[in-house]
């Protein structure tokens, strides 16, 4: 059964930095993209970044391009975010899923997601 769990959310001041760690497990990840999104309260959630689990390609959100930097540690199945730069209106419940092939803004292209990790940013 394939699981991602996800870790390093908190509270942090705007300006400052967090990064968030997605493992994952239960299927080899070989030619698997993964992807990071985000749900503030009261709004959709959003697509934040992705990367080819393979190739290590990337694509961001113009929200986050230059703040943010998606990278992965295949030996390990893990996933990062280094968030940087942060801003209140970053603030949401951020989410990892994965999806086959070369990744995707959207959610509905992705098959699994954890169960998310809350990122707050006081300004």
């Known amino acids: 059964q394939v699981q991602l769990v996800e870790s390093g959310g908190g509270l942090v001041q705007a300006g400052g930095s967090l990064r968030l760690s997605c493992a994952a497990s239960g299927r080899t990840f070989t030619n698997y993209a993964m992807g990071w999104f985000r749900q503030a309260p009261g709004k959709e959630r959003e697509f934040v970044a992705t990367i080819g689990w393979h190739g290590g390609r990337t694509f961001y959100a113009d929200s986050v391009k230059g703040r943010f930097t998606i990278s992965r540690d295949s030996t390990k199945n893990t996933v990062y975010l280094r968030m940087n730069s942060l801003k209140p209106e970053d603030t949401a419940v951020y989410y990892c899923?994965?999806?086959?092939?070369?990744?995707?803004?959207?959610?509905?292209?992705?098959?699994?997601w954890g169960q998310g990790t809350q990122v707050t940013v006081s300004s």
């Open positions: 899923a994965t999806t086959r092939g070369v990744g995707s803004n959207r959610s509905g292209d992705y098959d699994y």
